[in-house]
């Protein structure tokens, strides 16, 4: 059950601090030299121009828009209804408690660069800041060699009123938008998946006061199906090989009672495999991958949950039924019309989820996550005097006594 080793030894570290340490001290110098080092690309300008944005859509294909278009739609509705309720209580006569809610000021949205363009986490982190409300979004993605950016990303983008883009990646781009550079004001969180340095990078800054919060850890992508004896091993198969074609350090578990369908799972992933364009990068994730022979379903949901998967993916007779016995996974896929696929693009589910296990403790990204909460109290004199003699008591048991003056004086004063 142990996950491969995730690259971070201090050799990754050491580097990590030095570039946050460079654009702290030297802003915008120090993001164009790096952009430089890294991507190969000078810089005249950091922020994309509007222009770019406005030119966005002519420039994709008309089923690429409507794809962006309707997975746009769905993540949208789903996150609308996520909307928290305030909370009003009067705890004693007089005494009224209220809970609150507050989209954050400003937001970092990291897109990662590399063979694809990634419309669709534009789209999970663009929508849903977007329905939180809040003010300022950035939103920093690593530029190509002539310094573009995808149309797609653009257009994405501009679906969830994001234009304040950045040609910048890796840990650079953390940094700037959690200290703040010349042209990058700084944010108040920062979201998104990369790579072994922007991962580095977002969990120093999160420790740091002068830096930012950021959305939760994250390691390497990950999925595990459960499947028995009436799954079909094509569907299980392709599932694996989706996850796998992420990175060579992807890991997919098949958990099975039946060694029928193991066996029949793993001639389809060596079918399927050869027909892949990233079958390269696919085959060596599956070097990682593993096929687990459980004595029956209770023990396969309980491998599952001892593991705490990314995607879990439920192919089994009747799967919702074992919804109930699930306790441990970032998001789950029931039945075997449910590729983990539909989560990553189009169903309205975030797909931005916790890895590496820490589905333990932290949940799927959702509107929440955009927001903050705060408490709210109003005490008139009746309400004071109902609750003052405790007040100042618990004040007198801890030895703090301007805590006990500051009610008395209220009571005194009022005689």
């Given at each position: 059950m142990s996950r491969p080793a995730m690259t971070d030894n201090n050799t990754l570290s050491d580097i990590v601090s030095d570039i946050l340490s460079q654009v702290k001290s030297r802003g915008d110098d120090a993001i164009t030299e790096l952009t430089e080092r890294f991507d190969g690309v000078q810089l005249a300008n950091l922020k994309l121009p509007q222009c770019a944005l406005d030119t966005a859509q002519s420039e994709i294909s008309d089923s690429v828009k409507s794809a962006i278009d309707m997975a746009y739609g769905n993540i949208k509705q789903f996150h609308q209804a996520q909307f928290p309720q305030d909370v009003r209580v009067e705890t004693q006569p007089g005494v009224v408690c209220e809970l609150k809610h507050a989209a954050l000021d400003s937001v970092g949205l990291y897109i990662p660069g590399g063979s694809a363009p990634l419309p669709s986490t534009v789209l999970m982190l663009g929508a849903t800041a977007q329905v939180a409300g809040c003010a300022r979004k950035v939103l920093c993605t690593p530029p190509d060699k002539n310094g573009n950016i995808a149309a797609e990303i653009r257009y994405a983008a501009t679906l969830c009123d994001i234009n304040?883009?950045?040609?910048?990646?890796?840990?650079?781009?953390?940094?700037?938008?959690?200290?703040?550079?010349?042209?990058?004001?700084?944010?108040?969180?920062?979201?998104?998946?990369?790579?072994?340095?922007?991962?580095?990078?977002?969990?120093?800054?999160?420790?740091?006061?002068?830096?930012?919060?950021?959305?939760?850890?994250?390691?390497?992508?990950?999925?595990?199906?459960?499947?028995?004896?009436?799954?079909?091993?094509?569907?299980?198969?392709?599932?694996?090989?989706?996850?796998?074609?992420?990175?060579?350090?992807?890991?997919?578990?098949?958990?099975?009672?039946?060694?029928?369908?193991?066996?029949?799972?793993?001639?389809?992933?060596?079918?399927?495999?050869?027909?892949?364009?990233?079958?390269?990068?696919?085959?060596?994730?599956?070097?990682?991958?593993?096929y687990i022979l459980s004595k029956d379903l209770a023990q396969s949901i309980?491998?599952?949950?001892?593991?705490?998967?990314?995607?879990?993916?439920?192919?089994?007779?009747?799967?919702?039924?074992?919804?109930?016995?699930?306790?441990?996974?970032?998001?789950?896929?029931?039945?075997?019309?449910?590729?983990?696929?539909?989560?990553?693009?189009?169903?309205?589910?975030?797909?931005?989820?916790?890895?590496?296990?820490?589905?333990?403790?932290?949940s799927s990204l959702g509107l929440a996550d955009f927001m903050r909460r705060y408490t709210v109290q109003e005490l008139s004199y009746q309400g004071l005097q109902n609750i003052g003699t405790a007040i100042m008591d618990l004040a007198q048991a801890e030895g703090l006594d301007a805590h006990r003056q500051a009610v008395a004086i209220r009571l005194e004063g009022r005689k």
């Open positions: 304040e883009i950045y040609l910048i990646g890796g840990a650079q781009a953390i940094a700037a938008m959690a200290f703040g550079t010349q042209s990058i004001p700084k944010v108040d969180k920062i979201f998104g998946p990369g790579n072994s340095f922007v991962t580095e990078a977002k969990q120093q800054v999160s420790t740091r006061a002068d830096g930012a919060a950021i959305d939760m850890p994250a390691g390497p992508s990950e999925v595990l199906v459960i499947a028995d004896a009436h799954a079909n091993p094509a569907f299980v198969a392709a599932d694996l090989l989706s996850q796998a074609e992420h990175g060579r350090d992807s890991q997919a578990i098949l958990v099975s009672n039946s060694e029928s369908l193991i066996q029949a799972v793993i001639t389809q992933v060596d079918n399927q495999l050869s027909q892949l364009s990233r079958k390269d990068i696919a085959g060596d994730a599956m070097q990682n991958g593993r309980e491998v599952s949950n001892q593991y705490a998967p990314e995607h879990l993916i439920v192919q089994v007779e009747n799967a919702r039924d074992t919804l109930s016995d699930i306790k441990h996974a970032g998001s789950i896929f029931v039945g075997q019309w449910s590729p983990e696929s539909a989560g990553d693009y189009a169903s309205g589910t975030n797909h931005v989820l916790p890895t590496y296990g820490y589905a333990r403790n932290y």
